[in-house]
């Protein structure tokens, strides 16, 4: 199967990374290099951009700015959440048409590859041959297939280090901290936290994702039980915990196109975790309990000081391995996925290819293998997160050497 020649295009969709425009670029590069490639443009506020013609010439950008914006987190193209319809489909593929795309690379979670795939299907039909590629970027870590997605690793190690921080604060000040990470329906990101535990008394105390029923009366009973046990106690939960019906515990009402929840960008949560456990254990022991909480919202995926060099030498050869398969004419379409080869100092990856249709819309839940009870996160999960992260700080402590004349 030959490749076609003509111009390429790149959209960014979605939540941004600290990483995303190491793809961006790692696309660019290796289109200019293409001889199947005329010209690379970008899609200004991903779909959207294609729909309103606002396309811009990656091609004029230097090599130095283009490094820059690599190195640079969220979006560099903007990004948006849009699922559109048929008939804006249909109107995508005229504006291909028009402009003579013939490689079109959107980087982005499960509807961003469900929004490719669908645009595939309708090249296909009217017999228009455009390669069509999902490049795989989400903080949540939870896209099917791959064994991981650029952008989770510098968010898990901003994540482990704000926990880090937040365990010396908790036991300098002792008392009932609740943080509440970001994932609708998977908690690789909340078990992240894991990886501040040094001690046998560090924090996270407890650990709640959405791969777990949360039974509010539990959550009460387990900090009740820690903080008798170290008189504090600092709880990690995920944004998506829910109840048996599987309904979330606060429901804002808000709904984004794809149908989702509004949950980020808001303290509720929380702030009514915090609320509870006041009322119920300031109570049930008859004290004033010091409670707080913190909601670590957008934070986490675009922090400029934590980034992972792991995370973004990945994202950047998932971008090149989006536009070598792309032009190599044997793959028409797909999404790239991450292989593990190792652990520990012996990891590496390796780059393949798999359908649309494994990426689009479902979403991947943490590896039951890495659940302890509804509390907590197997230690085999650190096994599995650390590569991906690096090397982290190591919080020391005082002996407490005891003072005698």
Same mark, same amino acid.
């Given at each position: 199967?030959?490749?076609?020649?003509?111009?390429?295009?790149?959209?960014?969709?979605?939540?941004?990374?600290?990483?995303?425009?190491?793809?961006?670029?790692?696309?660019?590069?290796?289109?200019?290099?293409?001889?199947?490639?005329?010209?690379?443009?970008?899609?200004?506020?991903?779909?959207?951009?294609?729909?309103?013609?606002?396309?811009?010439?990656?091609?004029?950008?230097?090599?130095?700015?283009?490094?820059?914006?690599?190195?640079?987190?969220?979006?560099?193209?903007?990004?948006?959440?849009?699922?559109?319809?048929?008939?804006?489909?249909?109107?995508?593929?005229?504006?291909?048409?028009?402009?003579?795309?013939?490689?079109?690379?959107?980087?982005?979670?499960?509807?961003?590859?469900?929004?490719?795939?669908?645009?595939?299907?309708?090249?296909?039909?009217?017999?228009?041959?455009?390669?069509?590629?999902?490049?795989?970027?989400?903080?949540?870590?939870?896209?099917?297939?791959?064994?991981?997605?650029?952008?989770?690793?510098?968010?898990?190690?901003?994540?482990?280090?704000?926990?880090?921080?937040?365990?010396?604060?908790?036991?300098?000040?002792?008392?009932?901290?609740?943080?509440?990470?970001?994932?609708?329906?998977?908690?690789?990101?909340?078990?992240?936290?894991?990886?501040?535990?040094?001690?046998?008394?560090?924090?996270?105390?407890?650990?709640?994702?959405?791969?777990?029923?949360?039974?509010?009366?539990?959550?009460?009973?387990?900090?009740?039980?820690?903080?008798?046990?170290?008189?504090?106690?600092?709880?990690?939960?995920?944004?998506?915990?829910?109840?048996?019906?599987?309904?979330?515990?606060?429901?804002?009402?808000?709904? $984004?196109?794809? #149908?989702?929840? +509004?949950? *980020?960008?808001? &303290?509720?949560?929380?702030?009514?975790? !915090?609320? =509870?456990?006041? /009322?119920?254990?300031?109570?049930?022991?008859?004290?004033?309990?010091?409670?707080?909480? $913190?909601?670590? #919202?957008?934070? +986490?995926? *675009?922090?400029? &000081?934590?980034?992972?060099?792991?995370? !973004?030498? =990945?994202?950047? /050869?998932?971008?090149?391995?989006?536009?070598?398969?792309?032009?190599?004419?044997?793959?028409?379409?797909?999404?790239?996925?991450?292989?593990?080869?190792?652990?520990?100092?012996?990891?590496?990856? !390796?780059? =393949?290819?798999? /359908?649309?249709?494994?990426?689009?819309?479902?979403?991947?839940?943490?590896?039951?293998?890495?659940?302890?009870?509804?509390?907590?996160?197997?230690?085999?999960?650190?096994?599995?997160?650390?590569?991906?992260?690096?090397?982290?700080?190591?919080?020391?402590?005082?002996?407490?050497?005891?003072?005698?004349?």
């Amino acid at each position: 199967m030959s490749s076609p020649r003509g111009n390429a295009l790149i959209g960014q969709s979605g939540g941004p990374t600290c990483v995303i425009n190491q793809s961006l670029v790692g696309v660019v590069e290796e289109a200019l290099r293409s001889d199947r490639i005329d010209h690379v443009l970008g899609a200004v506020h991903g779909i959207q951009g294609i729909l309103d013609g606002n396309l811009i010439d990656l091609g004029k950008e230097s090599t130095a700015t283009l490094e820059a914006v690599a190195r640079t987190p969220c979006a560099a193209l903007r990004s948006i959440r849009k699922k559109p319809t048929r008939e804006e489909c249909e109107a995508m593929l005229r504006s291909f048409q028009e402009n003579d795309v013939r490689y079109f690379f959107y980087l982005g979670g499960n509807d961003s590859a469900e929004t490719a795939h669908i645009l595939n299907e309708l090249a296909v039909a009217e017999n228009y041959d455009v390669r069509l590629f999902h490049v795989p970027k989400t903080i949540d870590n939870d896209l099917r297939v791959t064994d991981h997605c650029p952008g989770f690793g510098s968010a898990a190690k901003f994540v482990a280090q704000a926990v880090m921080g937040d365990n010396q604060d908790n036991r300098s000040l002792p008392g009932i901290k609740i943080d509440i990470v970001m994932g609708r329906h998977a908690g690789w990101l909340t078990a992240a936290s894991l990886l501040a535990r040094r001690y046998e008394d560090d924090g996270p105390h407890l650990i709640y994702v959405p791969e777990r029923v949360f039974s509010l009366d539990d959550f009460l009973a387990d900090v009740d039980r820690i903080y008798t046990r170290h008189g504090r106690c600092l709880v990690v939960a995920s944004e998506g915990i829910h109840d048996a019906n599987g309904d979330s515990l606060l429901d804002s009402g808000e709904r $984004d196109s794809h #149908g989702n929840v +509004q949950l *980020s960008g808001s &303290g509720a949560l929380g702030d009514f975790l !915090a609320n =509870e456990v006041k /009322e119920k254990l300031g109570s049930k022991l008859q004290k004033k309990l010091r409670v707080r909480a $913190d909601t670590f #919202g957008y934070l +986490q995926r *675009s922090f400029l &000081g934590s980034v992972s060099e792991v995370d !973004a030498r =990945e994202a950047r /050869e998932v971008g090149r391995t989006a536009l070598r398969v792309a032009t190599g004419g044997e793959v028409p379409h797909g999404s790239i996925v991450i292989r593990r080869m190792g652990d520990g100092a012996a990891y590496q990856a !390796a780059y =393949e290819v798999t /359908e649309l249709a494994n990426v689009a819309r479902e979403t991947r839940d943490l590896d039951e293998a890495f659940l302890a009870g509804d509390n907590d996160i197997d230690r085999s999960f650190l096994d599995y997160v650390a590569p991906l992260v690096g090397e982290l700080p190591r919080p020391e402590r005082l002996s407490d050497h005891p003072f005698s004349r």
